[in-house]
C-alpha cells in the first residue's frame, strides 16, 4: 500500500484547500478512505471517512459542514475539500485505507504515507 497526499499549503482563515491522497499497490475501488490530521503536540485525529464507492460519508463533529469528502475510483484518489478554514484546522493531514471497525479508530487503517501541511493563518 502507498499513500501520497499532496494540495496543503498556508491559507487565511476563512479561505478554502482542497487536498488529494493518491493511492497504489492495492486495489482502491475494494476499500473504504479516512483523511486524520494531527497538529502540533497533539494526537492524530479522525476527519473524515468515505465508503468505497462514496456513497455514505462520515465526518468528525469539528469539521462537518465545512469539509467534504470524495473520491474518484478511476483515479484512484481521494479528496478532502476544506471550506471556512479555521487556525485550529491548521495540521499534517493523512489519507489511509479503512481495514474494517469503527472510522474514528486510527487503529483500524493501514498505509498514511507522509502527510501534507495544512497552515491557517488568522
Known amino acids: 500500500v502507498q499513500l501520497q497526499a499532496s494540495g496543503g499549503g498556508l491559507v487565511q482563515a476563512g479561505g478554502s484547500l482542497r487536498v488529494s491522497c493518491i493511492a497504489s499497490?492495492?486495489?482502491?475501488?475494494?476499500?473504504?478512505m479516512g483523511w486524520f490530521r494531527q497538529a502540533p503536540g497533539k494526537e492524530r485525529e479522525f476527519v473524515a471517512a468515505i465508503t468505497l464507492d462514496g456513497g455514505s460519508r462520515y465526518y468528525a463533529d469539528s469539521v462537518k459542514g465545512r469539509f467534504t469528502i470524495s473520491r474518484d475510483n478511476a483515479k484512484n484518489t481521494v479528496y478532502l475539500q476544506m471550506n471556512s478554514l479555521e487556525p485550529e484546522d491548521t495540521a499534517v493531514y493523512y489519507c489511509a485505507v479503512f481495514t474494517g471497525g469503527r472510522y474514528y479508530d486510527r487503529s483500524n487503517y493501514v498505509g498514511w504515507g507522509q502527510g501534507t501541511l495544512v497552515t491557517v493563518s488568522s
Open positions: 499497490g492495492y486495489r482502491f475501488s475494494h476499500y473504504d
